[in-house]
């Protein structure tokens, strides 16, 4: 009998680390950033470190069940063999894979905008060529589509490094006032504070993809887990960076009433074009979906693997070493939603599902580290805090 086509170990720390950080910067800064400050203030900096506090519990628990589980199915496994649940496994998979389609969806949709600056074709039209040609890359090979990822993704960066250039003669002129993003650990002020990290929590969702490309990274134990802590570390910095220059350039209620906020940026510290901010925009969209569909591609491979999901989809080329079916899939539902689905309101539940996950991912750790008696206060307590802290702000997302 043969044995099926495996996928190809081909990603190193250092792409593994891009790919997260791609997934993770996304186009969550480029929009969150005006609505942070609304909330916080002058303590928007502090609000984005909050909420990087808040992901690292999740991502501490995600390292290491990558490490102990380096299966493209990711979470559907650490809860089968956890919590010892086959239909929980599944159920979460396909949320997974709702959740990520919703999301690429979406950002389709946003590209349409974008693109009209550039393009008089018509919206389904552009939605068709780019989901095509996204799929196709997709397909090409992971070495291939990751390192077109990567290049997305250091332009993504670059954006926000050049606003973080062309806004440094402003703060030298005005030497930054560090005072003024000390708190006062007043209640109104810590209210400010968490309500801020609220929404600047959903600016770093992305670096649980990283888990299903496991089958696809060198020395997964070691690299995997490494790589999530590069990418969580690198984004942080990055958006605490962009707060501080964007509260000492701007008046915080122009920042906070903008829905575009690094337009704003290059428009008031720059004689730049907008339309370059734009089209780093519109690339980070396209990197948003592209990353989406090879995700979800990977999920509903290792579902197959675990024969949680048809077998047809566990198929791979032995020409490319990519899941032909599961991609082609992946790529199709993106489309379908896309054009035809009302995705506006499932939207909004993403992230409550997102949170749900990462409270089962969590309990899922805290579960195993109890049958090993490993009971100690760091080990019990790491994921026992991940757990309630997302469950503390998916209340707080229910009420709100």
């Not at 552009?126 to 997709?138: D, G, K, N, S």
């Amino acid at each position: 009998m043969n044995q099926p086509t495996p996928l190809l170990r081909s990603l190193s720390l250092l792409e593994i680390s891009f790919y997260g950080i791609g997934t993770i910067v996304g186009a969550g800064i480029y929009v969150l950033l005006g609505a942070v400050a609304s909330e916080s203030g002058m303590m928007a900096p502090l609000a984005f470190l909050l909420a990087a506090v808040v992901v690292c519990f999740s991502a501490a628990s995600y390292a290491e069940l990558s490490r102990r589980f380096p299966h493209s199915a990711g979470e559907s496994v650490y809860i089968m063999e956890s919590l010892g649940s086959r239909h929980l496994g599944a159920l979460v998979g396909y949320a997974l894979v709702l959740g990520a389609i919703i999301s690429a969806a979406t950002i389709t949709r946003g590209f349409t905008g974008y693109m009209s600056v550039f393009s008089d074709l018509p919206n389904w039209s552009m939605m068709t060529l780019l989901i095509i040609a996204l799929t196709a890359i997709a397909l090409w090979g992971v070495k291939q589509s990751v390192t077109i990822a990567i290049l997305t993704t250091v332009l993504e960066i670059g954006g926000l490094l050049l606003i973080i250039i062309i806004s440094g003669d402003d703060i030298k002129q005005q030497e930054i006032d560090w005072s003024s993003f000390a708190p006062t650990f007043s209640i109104v002020e810590l209210t400010a504070i968490t309500s801020g990290a609220f929404l600047a929590f959903f600016a770093f969702i992305g670096f649980e993809d990283m888990v299903h490309m496991a089958e696809e990274v060198k020395n997964p134990q070691v690299n995997l887990p490494l790589g999530i802590a590069i990418a969580v570390t690198v984004t942080t910095l990055l958006y605490a960076a962009i707060a501080i220059v964007a509260l000492q350039t701007l008046p915080i209620e122009d920042l906070a009433s903008s829905s575009a906020p690094m337009v704003l940026l290059i428009e008031r510290n720059s004689d730049l074009p907008l339309q370059l901010i734009g089209a780093i925009g519109v690339i980070a969209m396209v990197n948003g979906v592209l990353l989406q569909i090879i995700m979800v591609s990977r999920v509903l491979y290792g579902m197959a693997k675990q024969q949680l999901a048809p077998i047809l989809l566990s198929s791979v080329c032995t020409a490319t070493s990519t899941p032909i079916p599961a991609t082609l899939l992946a790529g199709s539902l993106v489309l379908a939603f896309a054009l035809w689905l009302p995705v506006t309101t499932l939207a909004k539940a993403t992230s409550s599902l997102i949170l749900v996950v990462f409270t089962l991912v969590n309990l899922s750790l805290l579960s195993l580290r109890y049958r090993e008696r490993q009971r100690g206060p760091l080990q019990m307590g790491t994921p026992a805090a991940g757990a309630l802290l997302c469950i503390g702000f998916l209340v707080m997302q229910i009420w709100s």
